[in-house]
Nanobody
Framework: QVQLVESGGGLVQAGGSLRLSCAAS????????MGWFRQAPGKERGFVAA????????YYTGSVKGRFTISRDTSKNTVYLQMNSLKPEDTAVYYC??????????????????WGQGTQVTVSS
């Protein structure tokens, strides 16, 4: 049974940093891509970043480029999202997800098969 467990969310002031973690278990993820999505109140869930597990190729949505960095530690089966220069508009529940498709880099949520429970990130102004 695949499990994705996020941690690291919290309350931070604008300009601050947080690092989210996603611990994956239940199968071998070498053929997967791992993504981070976020959902703010009243908005749809949106793509933030994704990384291929085997080669470490990363993609980002435009609004976080240069501020967020996705990485993975294959020895720990963990994916990270380092978030710097946080803004109030980054406030959302952040979800970790896993995709088996070759089109994972498009950021389409329907291409992701497994999801975590989410972790709240709140950025105060």
């Amino acid at each position: 049974q695949v499990q994705l467990v996020e941690s690291g969310g919290g309350l931070v002031q604008a300009g601050g940093s947080l690092r989210l973690s996603c611990a994956a278990s239940g199968r071998t993820f070498s053929s997967y891509a791992m993504g981070w999505f976020r959902q703010a109140p009243g908005k749809e869930r949106g793509f933030v970043a994704a990384i291929s597990w085997s080669r470490g190729i990363a993609y980002y949505t435009g609004s976080v480029k240069g501020r967020f960095t996705i990485s993975r530690d294959t020895s720990k089966n963990t994916v990270y999202l380092q978030m710097n220069s946080l803004k109030p508009e980054d406030t959302a529940v952040y979800y970790c997800a896993a995709s088996r498709t070759n089109s994972w880099f498009t950021g389409a949520a329907e291409l992701y098969d497994y999801w975590g429970q989410g972790t709240q990130v709140t950025v105060s102004s």
